[in-house]
């Protein structure tokens, strides 16, 4: 399966199924992005809504995307609001699902589907008004150094998507070429497992003025 494909298959179980990357990134952005202000957002990969809701109640208004209308589709069921829009697209043709420009984007374990950062966070940094940010939240490139990917279960068996691992230095350069300043860098370990590879790389960026 292709990951648009892969992702409408995962959609059903994708709230219910026990997902530890899942559900420590949703708690990392919302530490990341708890004393950063935002009016206006795009969410790419916003996936069934997991932080959809929490972005929902600071912002004014939201651009969520993704590539899987059976995530979509979910999110819509759970998320009724006028100042959401979801959109379906992929980030790897044109962006012209923005409507104006934003003082925030997010990319929610997203970027490890994509294998060339450099052209996205391009287009993120074009869509944000000056001084705005970019927050990404990723499984961290050490658990997928060791095998480590987006997977769920099927009637045929486990299902592995299509994945690429970045280094961290592939994200601040690609970054940095955007114009996009790093200002924040975290590395998250799940509970109890301190001597163990952190599970998420959070990184946020800010645009010049």
């Given at each position: 399966m292709d990951i648009r494909t892969s992702y409408d298959a995962w959609a059903g179980q994708y709230d219910t199924n026990t997902?530890?990357?899942?559900?420590?990134?949703?708690?990392?952005?919302?530490?990341?992005?708890?004393?950063?202000?935002?009016?206006r957002v795009l969410e790419v990969g916003c996936g069934t809504g997991k932080n959809t809701e929490w972005l929902a109640q600071r912002a004014g208004h939201i651009t969520a995307i993704d590539l899987s209308?059976?995530?979509l589709s979910k999110a819509r069921e759970k998320i009724v609001l006028p100042h959401v829009r979801f959109v379906q697209t992929d980030i790897l043709q044109p962006w012209t699902f923005r409507d104006g420009t934003y003082d925030l984007v997010t990319f929610s374990l997203i970027l490890e589907h994509i294998q060339h950062l450099g052209p996205v966070l391009r287009e993120a940094a074009a869509s944000l008004s000056p001084g705005g940010h970019v927050y990404i939240g990723e499984l961290h490139p050490f658990k997928q150094y060791a095998g480590t990917k987006a997977r769920f279960e099927t009637a045929q068996g486990t299902h592995a998507v299509t994945c690429h691992a970045h280094h961290i230095s592939e994200f601040l350069d690609a970054a940095n070429e955007?114009?996009?300043?790093?200002?924040?860098?975290?590395?998250?370990?799940?509970?109890?497992?301190?001597?163990?590879?952190?599970?998420?790389?959070?990184?946020?960026?800010?645009?010049?003025e």
């Open positions: 997902n530890r990357t899942r559900d420590m990134e949703g708690a990392v952005l919302r530490q990341v992005l708890g004393t950063v202000a935002f009016t209308e059976g995530m955007s114009g996009l300043a790093l200002v924040h860098l975290g590395e998250h370990f799940q509970e109890g497992d301190d001597n163990a590879p952190p599970r998420i790389l959070s990184l946020l960026f800010r645009k010049g």
